[in-house]
């Protein structure tokens, strides 16, 4: 059964974290494409922001289901704290308010990353439109690199992957990729007040150039 965080104390981070600014200038690549996230020798942790009533079922159950979430669509994950914290306004958007970290097998991440299909044939490689449709529709992930951005929202010259999940993968993904449902929301108001660049009071969680243990047709280096 998965395990779920309701990020109830609000004064403990529910990831272990380090300021912005010391990961930024000693850890972080300047530019390039790379999957920067949070993750152990067993798991990653990957992004999503809903509704309420989406965010606090997945909370309450360890997994998502409930009246207004639908597995009959694609449904996109971010490992990038700062990613999704530009998509969501630091949890201020409407529609974006719940803040989810999904801890994920790392076995199961990886998988995903193998299934992967460029979300276009310009971004894909391949040699002829059909050859990447044909991609297209045999794979339920979609991958997507943007631009990164900083905490204000500033655009970076480095890259942040996004990976989108349907069908029986995003299924999966709830049921079997899943260990734990983590609240974020506390966590991100208490360093909403510090979201600028230069800022040295801002904490983040603590996030590394991620490799995948086998070659999972991604070059994340």
Known sequence: MNTKNSGSDVGQPPLPV?????????????????????????????????????????????RFGGPDYSFNRMSWIKPNFLWMMYRCGWGLKEGQEVVLGLRLRREFFDAVL??????????????????WALAVAGSDV?????????????????RAVQLGLR????RALSEEGLLEVIDMS????????????????????????YRPKADAGLNAA
Not at 189 to 197: G, N
């Open 18 to 62: 380090e300021p912005h600014l010391a990961q930024q200038s000693l850890h972080w690549p300047r530019d390039g494409e790379h999957v920067l996230a949070h993750f152990d020798d067993r798991s990653i942790v990957v992004y999503q922001a809903y509704r309420p009533s989406i965010g606090r079922y997945a909370l309450e159950y360890g």
């Open 114 to 131: 193998r299934q992967a299909v460029a979300s276009s044939f310009a971004a894909s490689g391949m040699a002829s439109q059909e050859a």
């Open 142 to 158: 979609r991958l997507q690199w943007d631009p990164d951005h900083a905490p204000s929202g500033a655009k970076l010259q480095r």
């Open 167 to 170: 069908g029986k993968t995003l």
């Open 186 to 209: 506390p966590f991100i108001a208490s360093q909403r007040p510090f979201a600028t660049d230069d800022s040295p009071e801002l904490l983040m969680p603590v996030e590394r150039v």
